[in-house]
């Protein structure tokens, strides 16, 4: 063999040997080689670009996994994982129907302090959305999870060891599960830094689930004895506390862009702990998120405020533009407003020449659809993008919007049904995404830098939007009839179809860095190409 071919054998040999290629999945092998030349001796000699002597090979990730699909032994880690996150969501839910426990429960309460009570804790939902953001970039994502079950914990303690008479401890219950409720932010923040890129979509729609899960226990635990429905929800949360200690794994993009250089080791344990079974898959997550962490640690020592990044950088304001006209098109939709003021809603579109019972099955019905068609959209969204079923859902809130008009124009008892039908339609199709998306699209949509801060401040601004339009609906409902409520819910939610078709990206299967290079521009790709490039 000539020294020719052993040099291009030696080549050869460190490109494919298994040391300097353990993970070939989605790698490129670059190398910067300019020519060989044969000197006086006859021995060929590699002459590189730069001035090292050393050959150089550079290995080029995609931060996307080219694994389009895991196997449940692979998944069901960051499965559990997010469940457990999640489980504080249910919380939210119950607060939000327990307003009609404690009047059931409360019979001397007069209608001014009910209505305190069924505000006064969404208007403390942003009061904890904020103190969690302002938080977990410095305890990290599991110790703030874990923070939040406390005030979750005292508000269900206050409630227990008092008597159902007091309304002013019931008053601090409210305040102190709002704030908690608002805290549970953090659960979706983590689920979107945890999950793999083609399963994020379906991990985030479990929020709603959950939260649709809590107002259905809420529902069924009404009639038991008022402490022990109190007492249960302290054991609950207590549990999850305990799943949280034991089970979550820190998030590995916290550790990776909050943490310093030493706590490598730490965040590849987390991602570890998420990817377990099949080496291949965690040598390549790892890979990725430490790419990613390198790309941008020059950049941690003087990393701007939330302000200064969003007024000075695109994949900052653009995102955050798009969520804030979402979030008030969400609330204008009345798909909150209806659930809040369901009953008399059905009270209109149920002639008086009916029986009772059938406004009480009707609103139990309600419940058992947005339950169902949560359900229904979380499965949807693991092969369906945000963009299609948030269209399919406000066309659905259109026309069942039409529906409920038209049929309520003519009060006779064959109108009737066809009116519930287009409640029912109506509650289905704001289930199956209005509900949904606008909330889980905040974590994903922002950046790494200012996502938790970020994420935080548009569940407060929605809640704030949220608790206006619903001290706003009651006299609404009472000046305008309800066939022109529902023609204006109709004209809003056809609206933001068109509003989600052209300006919302859709994110199925996104990872973070192409989610942030789309608001960047076309040149965030060809900077990020050029950097791949040896000189």
């Known amino acids: 063999m000539s020294n020719t071919d052993q040099n291009v054998k030696i080549i050869a040999d460190k490109i494919t040997t298994p040391e300097n290629n353990k ?10 080689v300019d020519k060989c030349v044969i000197n006086d001796d006859g021995q060929n000699k590699l002459i590189e670009n730069n001035r090292n002597a050393e050959n150089k090979i550079i290995y080029v990730e995609d931060e996307k996994l080219s694994v389009s699909s895991l196997s449940w032994r692979d998944l069901y880690p960051q499965v559990l994982a997010s ?44 009061i904890g959305a904020i103190l969690v953001g302002l938080v977990m970039d410095k305890i990290g994502r ?32 409210r305040v102190l599960g709002g704030i908690g409720a608002g805290m549970t932010t953090v659960g979706l923040v983590y689920v979107s830094e945890i999950s793999h890129s083609s399963y994020k979509q379906i991990l985030l729609s479990l929020n709603s ?27 609950f949360t207590i549990v999850n506390m305990v799943l949280i200690i034991i089970y979550l794994p820190e998030s590995p993009i916290w550790i990776l862009k909050f943490k310093s250089s030493e706590h490598i080791d730490k965040a590849k344990k987390a991602v570890k702990q998420i990817y ?29 405020s939330f302000v200064e990044f969003v007024m000075s950088n695109p994949e900052g304001y653009k995102p955050i533009a798009i969520l804030m006209a979402l979030l008030l098109l969400q609330q204008l939709t009345g798909a909150y407003a209806t659930i809040s003021y369901a009953l008399p809603i059905l009270k209109s579109v149920v002639p008086a020449a009916y029986p009772p019972a059938v406004e009480i099955r009707s609103l139990a ?80 949509l922002l950046p790494t830098p200012v996502r938790a801060v970020g994420s935080c ?37 056809a609206s933001m179809a068109l509003y989600v078709h052209f300006v919302v990206p859709e994110t199925l299967g996104k990872s973070f860095r192409e989610i942030e290079d789309y608001f960047k521009g076309p040149s965030a790709k060809t900077v990020r190409s050029s950097n791949t490039t040896m000189t």
Request: a neutral charge.
């Open 23 to 32: 993970c070939n999945i989605n790698t490129t092998t670059i190398i910067s």
């Open 457 to 493: 401040a548009m569940v407060s601004y929605g809640y704030l939007i949220m608790f206006a339009a619903l001290k706003v609906f009651p006299y609404v409902l009472a000046a305008v009839a309800v066939p022109n409520v529902f023609v204006a819910f109709g004209a809003v939610s």
């Open 209 to 235: 689930v959950f939260f649709s899960g809590g107002i259905l226990i809420s529902t069924c635990l009404a009639d038991l004895e008022w402490k022990v429905i109190n007492f249960s929800f302290v054991i």
């Open 83 to 126: 469940c457990i996150s999640l489980l504080m969501v249910i919380q939210p839910g119950i607060h939000l129907a327990y307003s009609n426990n404690m009047l059931h429960h409360m019979p001397t309460i007069n209608k001014e302090q009910f209505s305190w009570i069924t505000s006064i804790s969404v208007l403390c939902i942003p």
């Open 142 to 173: 599991k110790n703030a999870c874990l923070l939040t079950c406390f005030p979750l914990l005292a508000s269900w303690t206050t409630v227990t060891i008092s008597s159902s008479d007091n309304i002013y401890t019931c008053y601090a219950f």
């Open 276 to 304: 377990p079974n099949d080496n291949q898959v965690f040598e390549t997550e790892w890979r990725r998120l430490k790419s990613a962490s390198d790309n941008t640690a020059g950049l941690d020592a003087q990393q701007p």
């Open 365 to 444: 019905a309600l419940g058992v659809v947005r339950f169902g068609s949560g359900l229904l959209a979380c499965a949807l969204s693991l092969r369906v993008g945000r963009k299609p079923l948030l269209v399919f859902s406000c066309t659905a809130m259109a026309l069942s919007s039409a529906l409920v008009a038209v049929a309520q124009r003519d009060r006779d008892a064959l109108a009737v049904p066809w009116a519930l039908c287009g409640v029912m339609l109506y509650m289905f199709g704001s289930s199956v995404g209005v509900l949904v998306f606008p909330w889980t699209l905040i974590c994903e």
